[in-house]
């Protein structure tokens, strides 16, 4: 699991649906949520979980997806296992882990210094913790 922390710099809502936006080393993070701490605020801190296997790659990545949260990384670290890659992503001062499998990272020809875009959908992205309210 990765997580990040952040600060809420939006929050949409519609009946119990919840777009949450939040400030993150000068990238806008977004996440969608059913239900929502009544202590999340805009300028609240929080700290952000993201499961490994919910991180997608790109290598060479132009054009148009769905995913909201698209991040620039290096990759820093690989391990190839028997049929999962663990690929250690850096962004700014931040170290994310995604999990793949091998026969992605090979046909993607990833190695470490590579830059690529994580890709992270704003379902799969959830608060862990309040920091402060």
Known sequence: MSNIIATVSNIESCDNL???????NN????????ELNKQIKIGTQVKLNI???????????SGDVSYSNQLECKIKDMENGKLLSSIK?????????SIITVNSSKRMG????????????????????????
């Open 18 to 24: 919840h777009i949450v936006n939040f400030a993150f």
């Open 110 to 133: 990833l190695k470490v210094g590579d830059d690529v875009t994580a890709f992270i959908k704003a379902s799969d992205l959830s608060i862990l913790e309040v920091i402060n309210a």
């Open 51 to 61: 499961k490994s296997a919910q991180i997608a790659i790109a290598k060479n990545f």
């Open 89 to 97: 992503l850096q962004i700014g001062t931040l170290y994310l882990e």
């Open 27 to 34: 990238v806008t993070l977004s996440m969608m949520s059913l």
